[in-house]
């Protein structure tokens, strides 16, 4: 157990519709970041957020948005769904910003049908 | 932009045979880390290297830093049914991202 967990674990939806995925990162972590991870791309970073506020973005879709709360669990917002964005969706956490130990929740996986 | 290329892509062994797979970048990498990620699960970080030439362990698995700061290897000796799973490398990139190799796929005949 990483101490990062991630809900929901499975999500089914439709075509058109928006999502919102949740992150707690592990105790003491400041840094969350995103991936998305399908069969063809492997593990893809989308955004970071470091103390509440956005610090670096990767290929992250103009439909999708993140941010982190006070408490600093994060949220992914996915939006205007489409089949492709079919995925496992991961958060990560580190205790810095540039501290490259990152840990992994069990991920969402996300079924757009 | 920067990458990282494992190899192989996959390997089926057999139960107690040592496993060797690495991770290659034509840039120079300053940390190397080593993940497993089991079916549906998340990765999980098995070692971090920072120092060229580093060689260390964790438990059956070994990994070393490379000198050139280019490459990286994992072994795993002595395999068993629970080292199944997706191994990837990875790495922070020149702009501080963290970029992941697409992994070896590792799978153990009993």
């Known amino acids: 157990d990483s101490g990062v967990t991630q809900t929901p674990k499975h999500l089914i939806t439709a075509t058109g519709q928006r999502v919102t995925l949740r992150c707690s990162p592990r105790?003491?972590?400041?840094?969350v970041y995103w991936y998305q991870q399908s069969l063809d791309q492997g593990l893809q970073f989308l955004i970071q957020?470091?103390?509440?506020?956005?610090?670096a973005k990767g290929n992250i879709l103009e439909r999708f948005s993140a941010q982190q709360f006070p408490d600093l669990h994060s949220e992914l917002n996915l939006s205007s769904l489409e089949l492709g964005d079919s995925a496992l969706y991961f958060c990560?956490?580190?205790?810095?910003?540039?501290?490259?130990?990152?840990?992994f929740g069990p991920g969402t996986r996300l079924t757009v049908l | 932009g920067q990458q990282l290329n494992q190899s192989p892509q996959s390997m089926f062994i057999q139960e107690g045979e040592d496993v060797s797979m690495n991770c290659t970048s034509s840039?120079?990498?300053?940390?190397w880390l080593w993940y497993k990620q089991d079916p549906g699960e998340g990765p999980v970080l098995l070692i971090a290297l920072y120092k060229a030439g580093e060689l260390t362990s964790n438990g059956r698995l070994t990994a070393q830093f490379g000198i050139t700061r280019k490459d990286s290897f994992l072994n795993i000796s002595a395999s068993i049914p629970s080292d199944v799973g997706i191994y990837f490398c990875?790495?922070?990139?020149?702009?501080?991202?963290?970029?992941f190799g697409q992994g070896t796929t590792l799978q153990v005949k009993p």
């Open positions: 957020y470091y103390n509440g506020e956005e610090r």
């Open positions: 105790s003491g972590d400041l840094s």
């Open positions: 840039s120079i990498f300053n940390t």
């Open positions: 990875a790495g922070p990139s020149n702009t501080g991202k963290l970029i």
């Open positions: 990560a956490s580190s205790v810095e910003t540039n501290y490259n130990e990152q840990f």
